[in-house]
């Protein structure tokens, strides 16, 4: 039941205790009690909003910087990236299994320059950082799940 409540409130973490328990064939409190387990537990962490851009009147910019790193003794890259998750531009960081790059890092700004300025500036200065590679991102079709284009795809996935 809990992985059920958990995509559930993947697509809609809005939904209530009481349609929630309909979907499911229980109570809303008991809804309300396998969530609180599910966040006592920390399976889940927290709770966000999915937003179009587009749509805000403050521009925003995001960027996906790829990392190579000199893991540390002992320690791995797990010191490297604690650090990395402190800033607050820092949306997410990955560590990723193989490839030309060790941490896949998300940030986000008001525009092209600051993002720029934080990975030239603040991030690449970090010890154990041997080089940087940034991708911005142009548009959002998709994130989470969630459509953010307008425009719906029909059910062969062509427009």
Same mark, same amino acid.
């Given at each position: 039941?809990?992985?059920?409540?958990?995509?559930?409130?993947?697509?809609?973490?809005?939904?209530?205790?009481?349609?929630?328990?309909?979907?499911?064939?229980?109570?809303? #409190?008991? $809804?309300?009690?396998?969530?609180?387990?599910? /966040?006592? *537990?920390? +399976?889940?962490?927290?709770? @966000?909003?999915?937003? &179009?851009?587009?749509?805000?009147?403050?521009?925003?910019?995001?960027?996906?910087?790829?990392?190579?790193?000199?893991?540390?003794?002992?320690?791995?890259?797990? #010191?490297? $990236?604690?650090?990395?998750?402190?800033?607050? /531009?820092? *949306?997410? +960081?990955?560590?990723?299994? @193989?490839?030309?790059? &060790?941490?896949?890092?998300?940030?986000?700004?008001?525009?092209?320059?600051?993002?720029?300025?934080?990975?030239?500036?603040?991030?690449?200065?970090?010890?154990?950082?041997?080089?940087?590679?940034?991708?911005?991102?142009?548009?959002?079709?998709?994130?989470?799940?969630?459509?953010?284009?307008?425009?719906?795809?029909?059910?062969?996935?062509?427009?």
């Amino acid at each position: 039941m809990k992985e059920q409540i958990i995509k559930i409130l993947q697509q809609n973490a809005r939904i209530s205790n009481t349609e929630l328990g309909e979907m499911l064939g229980i109570t809303a #409190d008991k $809804a309300a009690n396998e969530i609180k387990e599910l /966040e006592d *537990e920390g +399976v889940i962490r927290g709770y @966000s909003v999915i937003l &179009d851009d587009d749509m805000l009147a403050e521009p925003t910019v995001y960027a996906t910087i790829e990392l190579k790193v000199t893991p540390q003794r002992d320690r791995g890259f797990n #010191d490297i $990236a604690k650090t990395i998750m402190m800033y607050d /531009e820092v *949306e997410s +960081v990955s560590l990723m299994s @193989s490839g030309a790059y &060790d941490l896949a890092v998300e940030v986000k700004g008001k525009d092209l320059k600051e993002v720029a300025f934080f990975v030239s500036e603040r991030l690449a200065t970090i010890d154990g950082i041997l080089s940087t590679s940034t991708h911005f991102i142009l548009k959002k079709y998709k994130e989470k799940g969630i459509f953010i284009d307008n425009e719906e795809p029909d059910e062969r996935g062509l427009y």
